[in-house]
């Protein structure tokens, strides 16, 4: 038979235990709440929006990446006399080329390419008021990297392309031009000639 005061000294020292675990689990969680979180700092973009060496045009080069939008709205209400962007760029955020879009269509600037421009750069192109090509210029076009007939969340690729496509007929780009680029896969990109893009509209200035 067990001694009633050998079972209160037990329960006594579980009590003592149980709460001595509590407060240490107290203190770990004011600890780590205490500990700041590390901060997530995005990369500044990666692209260069300027006035041009004489000052008659804006110049762009690199991703296009996001703040290029804001950034050339702020550019363009500064300098509100200029009606001319240079393009450089391999591509980057369509988003962003959308929003590039509308601030060329609200202020009519035209677009020109003295080097290469392609993928979301060639979107940017096609909003311009008018649109030319340097000499050595070179103009590449590809399909969406998202496979159709899927859903991504709340993003219907499908629905997204129709929306760029849109972009180029609303600049008088020709219809069977702008099937082709429905049409397109995602490799290799297409460098459509001088006389291509001319004729369908792409190319609006000598």
Known sequence: MRHPDIDLHVLRLLLTLALTGLA????????????????????PPDFELRLDAGGAGFHFEGLV?????EALRGLVA????IRQLTLE???????EARGA?????????????EGHCASACALIFAGGAARSLGPEARFGLHGYALVRERHFGMIDPVAEMQRDLA?????GV?????????????????????EKLRAAGMVTMP
């Open 24 to 43: 240490l689990l107290g203190i770990a969680m004011a600890r780590t709440e205490a500990q700041p979180r590390a901060l997530r700092i995005p990369p």
């Open 65 to 69: 990446d996001f703040g290029l939008t």
């Open 78 to 81: 500064t300098h509100p006399e």
């Open 89 to 95: 760029s391999h591509g980057g955020y369509i988003s």
């Open 101 to 113: 879009v509308t601030v060329l269509r609200a202020h009519g600037i035209a677009t020109h390419v």
């Open 167 to 171: 972009i180029y007929r609303a600049q």
């Open 174 to 194: 020709e219809e069977s031009f702008v099937a082709r680029l429905a049409d397109l896969p995602q490799v290799p990109m297409w460098y459509p000639s001088r």
